[in-house]
């Protein structure tokens, strides 16, 4: 806990942590949303090709919520296309953002948000960008 820079890490942050530990950015993402305070969430998202006229390329694969957040974030929700996780998968370097909207389950909810990429693995279908949501 020591080691937290404050109650809502930077995803430059986040990676400093993961490498000081010598562990993943997810696993690392999930330790921290356990041990702020601030209601918060780890949302994982995975690149899928856009269909029709969306241009939202990023749905939830999971998501890891503290006891405080108050939302359910459900697999598959897509991601708004301004999102600042859109720009850490495309850029594939961390991004961050002031406040950002977000829609769940028919509600809107304002977050603080922190994207990472994340490793690819041609092996698997793993999530792409790990995104903190900071209530």
């Known amino acids: 806990m020591r080691d937290l820079p404050g109650p809502n890490p930077s995803a430059d942050q986040i990676r400093y942590l993961a490498l000081r530990y010598k562990a993943s950015i997810d ?7 356990h041990l702020i305070k601030r ?3 780890v949302v994982f998202a995975q690149y899928r090709k856009p269909t029709g006229k ?4 990023l749905s939830v694969q999971y998501a890891v ?7 359910k974030i459900y697999k598959n929700l897509r991601i708004n296309s301004k999102s600042i996780a ?8 961390p991004a961050s ?3 950002e909207n ?13 994207a990472l990429p994340l490793p690819k693995f041609e092996s698997k279908a ?6 903190m949501l900071y209530a």
């Open 27 to 33: 696993a690392t993402a999930w330790r921290i949303i």
């Open 39 to 41: 209601p918060a969430c």
């Open 54 to 57: 969306s241009v939202t390329s």
């Open 65 to 71: 919520a503290n006891p405080g957040f108050p939302f």
């Open 86 to 93: 859109n720009v850490a998968y495309q850029e594939q370097r």
């Open 97 to 99: 953002s002031s406040l």
């Open 102 to 114: 977000w829609s769940i389950g028919g509600t809107w909810g304002r977050f603080k948000a922190e």
């Open 126 to 131: 793993t999530a792409d960008v790990a995104i």
